[in-house]
T-cell receptor, first 113, second 108 residues
Framework: DSGVTQTPKHLITATGQRVTLRCSPR?????VYWYQQSLDQGLQFLIQ???????AKGNILERFSAQQFPDLHSELNLSSLELGDSALYFC????????????FGSGTQLSVL | KNEVEQSPQNLTAQEGEFITINCSYS?????LHWLQQHPGGGIVSLFM???GKKKHGRLIATINIQEKHSSLHITASHPRDSAVYIC??????????FGEGTQLTVNP
């Protein structure tokens, strides 16, 4: 058990809909990272938050947004969903600003039908 | 050409064999990571290294910055080592760029 909690584990929705994925980092970790893993594009870095502030941005679509709350949990919001958004979404946390000591959640499997 | 290339894509070994997975990259990096993804999908960070060599149990990771190459070695392989091994490089800040992974199967 990594200590990183992601909910829900599975999500099935329709095109055009909006969903929210939630991540609780390990106790004491200040950084939260979001990644997308799809069959055609593999793993991709989406975004990093550190202590509530956005720190780094990757291949995150404009239809996607994220935030980190004062209690350090994070949410990834995906809107106007398309079939191609179907993927496994991972959250990870680390104690500080860097990727050293990265701990992954078990992921949320999103299926857009 | 991908920024991060792994070889081989698939690897089958017999229990006890010494295994090597390679990772080459084409960009300047600040660090390189090796990750393990279990059949159930969960990801575990194995190593983060920026130079030299690191060892943890039966796993050894090396990096040659000049040659832009890293290797992950598994000694005395075991069926429980069966997983996908993913190389990832840190470019700017904490952004990771991932390789496509190496599917390792260790048969008893």
């Amino acid at each position: 058990d990594s200590g990183v909690t992601q909910t829900p584990k599975h999500l099935i929705t329709a095109t055009g809909q909006r969903v929210t994925l939630r991540c609780s980092p390990r106790s004491g970790d200040l950084s939260v990272y979001w990644y997308q893993q799809s069959l055609d594009q593999g793993l991709q870095f989406l975004i990093q938050y550190y202590n509530g502030e956005e720190r780094a941005k990757g291949n995150i679509l404009e239809r996607f947004s994220a935030q980190q709350f004062p209690d350090l949990h994070s949410e990834l919001n995906l809107s106007s969903l398309e079939l191609g958004d179907s993927a496994l979404y991972f959250c990870a946390s680390s104690p500080g600003l860097t990727n050293e000591r990265l701990f992954f959640g078990s992921g949320t499997q999103l299926s857009v039908l | 050409k991908n920024e991060v290339e792994q070889s081989p894509q698939n690897l089958t070994a017999q229990e006890g064999e010494f295994i090597t997975i390679n990772c080459s990259y084409s960009v300047g990096i600040s660090a390189l990571h090796w990750l393990q993804q279990h059949p159930g999908g969960g990801i575990v960070s194995l190593f983060m290294l920026s130079s030299g060599k690191k060892k943890h149990g039966r796993l050894i990771a090396t990096i040659n910055i000049q040659e832009k190459h890293s290797s992950l070695h598994i000694t005395a392989s075991h069926p429980r080592d069966s997983a996908v091994y993913i190389c990832a490089v840190e470019t700017s800040g904490s952004r990771l760029t991932f390789g496509e992974g190496t599917q390792l199967t260790v048969n008893p």
